[in-house]
């Protein structure tokens, strides 16, 4: 309501109010005495004051003098105003009306600037919201062309790497079955390395192709983690089968417990999968000649695998980051087999879709520690398994 309006109202209160005390006091005012009267239209004054202003209150108090002088000065029931105490109670009046109508007029301009002060701040937050939001999107659209542009090193660096191998054996060939003048013949243990080095950076090549597919159907949720159970002997010999080429140089142990003997896996395929996955990453930073150990254990409802190596460690501050998608650690360079770093990152995307889980712990001795759970086979039925994952 506007302060003109509300004034309007205070008008039409105050006049009620006095009204309504005079018709209750008119059957009883010899029975009542000037205190009681004067305390009732104190209260008036204070209440229209406080609600409507100086002006509706001043406005009060002289109808409240009108009221007292009616019912408790003599000639009673009739108004002549003197000196008597209803002259003094006008005047009380009145100035109880100013003083408490500038104490509310400040109040209520102090509660105007109070609201106003926290409209402002609402609307500064909004504001300040709006621009957190845009700054969220800008940094998700910053790190998305961070991901496109560390896709796009890997690829460059790591696929063109294989090709221009490809392409130097290929052309080799090529031009000795040509048989220009300046091209010496080859040998047939020449011409078989070029054929091998085209076989195996054709693997490595299409070993890159599948990481980015599986890693692309575990961000879509699309891996398929149905599969019959299988034995964690089964788990152990997949993944180091798989790894015998970059196991070639290594120390290999095996070592799984008794209890580990007796249970079944639920998800064998996917768990060979990234034991391999482990494996792979163990040959990159250790040292050829040095041990790599594969250990199995089992609990109430996973089964545990760990790898230990004898590398350069990972530091505490690097465990989590290396799970990340394309991140290569500063020894990738010197690497034996560098690759995109996907590698973990699909480790950690094929565990959590089958609800295990896998970190880097502490070992004692030099070298890193890599252990990953995956759930037990309790006899639900299983369906073939996807062999596209």
């Known amino acids: 309501m506007q302060q003109g309006d509300q004034n309007?109202?205070?008008?039409?209160?105050?006049?009620?109010?006095?009204?309504?005390?005079?018709?209750?006091?008119?059957?009883?005012?010899?029975?009542?005495?000037?205190?009681?009267?004067?305390?009732?239209?104190?209260?008036?004054?204070?209440?229209?004051?406080?609600?409507?202003?100086?002006?509706?209150?001043?406005?009060?108090?002289?109808?409240?003098g009108a009221y007292l002088n009616y019912f408790f000065?003599?000639?009673?029931?009739?108004?002549?105003?003197?000196?008597?105490?209803?002259?003094?109670?006008?005047?009380?009046?009145?100035?109880?009306?100013?003083?408490?109508?500038?104490?509310?007029?400040?109040?209520?301009?102090?509660?105007?600037?109070?609201?106003r002060g926290r409209e402002e701040i609402e609307r500064l937050y909004g504001e300040l919201k709006l621009a957190f939001d845009k700054t969220s999107q800008l940094e998700a659209i910053k790190r998305s062309e961070q991901m496109k542009s560390a896709l796009l090193d890997a690829v460059t660096h790591d696929l063109r790497t294989p090709l221009t191998s490809i392409k130097a054996a290929a052309t080799t060939l090529y031009n000795s079955m040509v048989g220009t003048a300046s091209t010496a013949p080859l040998t047939a243990d020449l011409r078989k390395e070029l054929i091998e080095v085209v076989v195996q950076e054709s693997d490595r090549l299409n070993h890159f192709v599948e990481e980015l597919l599986v890693l692309a159907r575990i961000q879509g949720g699309g891996v398929d983690v149905s599969e019959p159970p299988g034995a964690v002997e089964e788990v152990t010999a997949a993944a180091t089968q798989r790894a015998s080429a970059a196991l070639h140089d290594?120390?290999?142990?095996?070592?799984?417990?008794?209890?580990?003997?007796?249970?079944?896996?639920?998800?064998?395929?996917?768990?060979?999968?990234?034991?391999?996955?482990l494996l792979d990453n163990a040959a990159k930073y250790s040292p050829p000649g040095t041990a790599i150990?594969?250990?199995?254990?089992?609990?109430?409802?996973?089964?545990?695998?760990?790898?230990?190596?004898?590398?350069?460690?990972?530091?505490?501050?690097?465990?989590?980051?290396?799970?990340?998608?394309?991140?290569?650690?500063?020894?990738?360079?010197?690497?034996?087999?560098?690759?995109?770093?996907?590698?973990?990152?699909?480790?950690?995307?094929?565990?959590?879709?089958?609800?295990?889980s896998i970190a880097v712990v502490d070992k004692a001795g030099p070298g890193a520690c890599f252990e990953f759970s995956v759930p037990l086979f309790h006899g639900a039925v299983q369906h073939e398994p996807d062999q596209n994952v």
């Open 8 to 64: 309007r109202l205070g008008y039409l209160v105050a006049p009620a109010l006095v009204a309504l005390a005079w018709v209750l006091t008119r059957p009883i005012y010899r029975e009542v005495d000037f205190v009681f009267g004067s305390m009732a239209m104190l209260l008036i004054v204070l209440y229209v004051s406080i609600r409507f202003g100086i002006g509706p209150a001043i406005f009060a108090s002289l109808l409240s």
């Open 250 to 277: 290594y120390q290999v142990a095996i070592r799984i417990s008794d209890h580990a003997h007796e249970i079944q896996v639920a998800h064998p395929r996917i768990s060979a999968q990234v034991l391999y996955a």
């Open 73 to 115: 000065v003599e000639p009673f029931l009739a108004i002549n105003f003197g000196s008597g105490p209803d002259t003094l109670a006008l005047g009380a009046f009145i100035i109880t009306a100013v003083v408490v109508g500038r104490l509310s007029q400040r109040a209520a301009q102090r509660a105007r600037e109070a609201e």
């Open 293 to 356: 150990t594969i250990s199995a254990d089992a609990n109430e409802s996973s089964a545990v695998f760990s790898i230990e190596d004898q590398g350069t460690g990972i530091p505490a501050a690097d465990r989590e980051l290396i799970f990340s998608r394309f991140y290569r650690r500063p020894q990738s360079a010197s690497a034996a087999s560098p690759g995109l770093g996907m590698g973990l990152a699909i480790a950690r995307g094929l565990v959590e879709a089958v609800g295990g």
